[in-house]
């Protein structure tokens, strides 16, 4: 029904900019430090290069550029190696992060399966349990949403979460409803 839609490029994208991929998934004031350190370092190496080439002497200019290009490698792996290990550990926390990261990004299946491996194990998790039913509603499996939402109602604490859960249940039933009156539509429009 739904294909995986390819998320190679935005998390490459998302990687290529120094301290972006730590200011993204955690916030961080380091990443933004670092990207911020990287886009002073890019600006002033492109402009004794391109626009004022006389202003630095080239020797420093080709420091310059090799600093840049060993601070830019340097982050990229450090940011693939830090998906890497956030996405085999087992820690619940860092893969609800992963999750939600591709839920916003429209990766149903990847949310979805990253998901399940945190209701593994932590079965009670109501944050987790409740993106998934934002999730299943929004791939129109409005039965697996309603049964995630009854399951949280069975968690103790759930009680904190009320306002989203009505929202959610909201949410179903208007989806629900819609698809019921187009229904209703197209059989009167057949039967016409």
């Known amino acids: 029904m739904f294909s995986k839609p390819d998320m190679r490029a935005p998390r490459f994208i998302l990687w290529s900019w120094p301290g972006l991929h730590s200011l993204w998934q955690t916030g961080h004031v380091f990443g933004l430090v670092q990207a911020i350190a990287f886009t002073v370092l890019f600006d002033v190496v492109v402009l004794s290069s391109f626009v004022w080439p006389g202003w630095l002497d080239v020797n420093l200019r080709h420091g310059l550029w090799l600093a840049l290009l060993g601070y830019w490698g340097l982050s990229f792996w450090s940011a693939c190696r830090k998906h890497e290990n956030v996405t085999r550990s087992g820690d619940p926390g860092a893969l609800f992060m992963v999750a939600q990261d591709e839920y916003l990004k429209g990766d149903w299946y990847g949310a979805e399966r ?18 998934l039913a934002t999730l299943l509603r929004h791939t129109l499996r409005l039965e697996e949403a309603r ?42 429009a057949q039967a016409a």
């Open 114 to 131: 990253t998901l399940q491996k945190i209701l593994r194990w932590q079965p009670l998790d109501v944050e987790a349990r409740l993106l």
């Open 147 to 188: 049964l995630e939402l009854r399951r949280i109602q069975k968690i103790a604490y759930s009680s904190h979460w009320q306002p989203e859960l009505a929202r959610e249940w909201s949410a179903i039933e208007r989806l629900a409803s819609d698809a019921t009156e187009d229904v209703s539509q197209v059989r009167t």
